[in-house]
């Protein structure tokens, strides 16, 4: 493996590790749903991480200037998402069955998370082109770079759910899930908060 890749891989797994939403994201499912749902919510973020590799990669391609757009678009969103997160996490309160296709909305929430942080499309804007001559650039290699990245979240947050399940399994999981999702929930609001913050600065920026 070339010394660049290994050097990506050791940088995203490090970004990956760091706590934010889809970290929170995973441990709220290991805590409150089966395994088929957190891992369903784990490949949704993986996928959602491909998606923002390659919005990114179009970016750096095409327009410079829509860095400051695309950024501003994800805050707001991203804003309103992790508010509606904090409130679900307060509706949560103990592990239930789920169908299909509740799980199935594990998969597109787990997407979401991804489409919708900031930190994600920021590392890949800020990141790949370390790894990339945006000016001959050719698809194989972003591609490449977002693959690892996604790997990585799989890798990552499956270690984040074994370690939570063997926390539940060795304490009161009513308690310890009641008390997460309290937490959780004051931090995705947090999240939500310094997103809106960051869109007022951008919008400042945008037309001073």
Do not use: W
Not at 197 to 202: D, L, S
């Amino acid at each position: 493996m070339n010394t660049y890749l290994i050097s990506f891989f050791i940088l995203s797994l490090i970004t990956v590790l760091s706590p934010g939403p889809a970290v929170l994201f995973t441990i709220h499912n290991t805590l409150n749903y089966k395994l088929t749902k957190t891992f369903l919510g784990i490949f949704g973020v993986a996928t959602g991480i491909f998606f923002v590799a390659a919005f990114a990669t179009l970016i750096l391609i095409f327009a410079a200037n829509t860095l400051n757009f695309a950024l501003l678009v994800t805050s707001v969103t991203g804003s309103l998402y992790f508010f509606y997160l904090s409130f679900n996490s307060l509706q949560t309160s103990v592990p239930k069955e789920h169908k299909k296709d509740v799980q199935l909305n594990s998969f597109k929430h787990g997407i979401l998370i991804s489409l919708l942080n900031p930190k994600a499309l920021a590392f890949c804007i800020f990141i790949f082109p370390l790894y990339l001559d945006t000016k001959t650039i050719s698809f194989h290699k972003p591609a490449l770079l977002s693959l690892i990245f996604s790997f990585n979240v799989i890798i990552v947050h499956s270690i984040y759910t074994y370690v939570f399940t063997r926390i539940a399994k060795s304490i009161d999981l009513k308690k310890l899930t009641y008390i997460f999702n309290k937490i959780s929930a004051a931090l995705f609001f947090t999240f939500g908060v310094l997103l809106i913050k960051q869109t007022i600065e951008n919008t400042s920026n945008l037309f001073t």
